[in-house]
Nanobody, 127 residues
Framework: QVQLVESGGGLVQAGGSLRLSCTAS????????MAWFRQAPGLEREFVAA????????YYADSVKGRFTISRDNALDTVYLQMDDLKPEDTAVYYC????????????????????WGQGTQVTVSS
């Protein structure tokens, strides 16, 4: 059974930083591309960042490019999202997702393309 467990959310002031972590179990982690989505109240889930299985290829939404960094440690079955220079509009529930992709074939940017989801972690940025 695949499980994704996020941690690291919280309340931070604008301009601050947070690091989200997501640890996977029940999968051969380095066969999976990983990504982060987020959902703000009243809005649809949106793509934030993705990383291919080796960690070399990464992709970001324009709204977070230059502020967020996605990385992974395959030895620890964990993916990270370092969030710097946070803004109030970054407030959302952040979800870790996984997609079976043992070789890089392109980016998947919509929620329905991912089979496995974590429970989400709340990030709140105050102004």
């Amino acid at each position: 059974q695949v499980q994704l467990v996020e941690s690291g959310g919280g309340l931070v002031q604008a301009g601050g930083s947070l690091r989200l972590s997501c640890t996977a179990s029940g999968v051969t982690f380095n066969n999976y591309a990983m990504a982060w989505f987020r959902q703000a109240p009243g809005l649809e889930r949106e793509f934030v960042a993705a990383i291919a299985w080796r960690g070399v290829n990464t992709y970001y939404a324009d709204s977070v490019k230059g502020r967020f960094t996605i990385s992974r440690d395959n030895a620890l079955d964990t993916v990270y999202l370092q969030m710097d220079d946070l803004k109030p509009e970054d407030t959302a529930v952040y979800y870790c997702v996984a997609d079976w992709a043992p070789r890089f074939t392109g980016w998947k940017l919509t929620p329905r393309e991912y089979d496995y989801w974590g429970q989400g972690t709340q990030v709140t940025v105050s102004s």
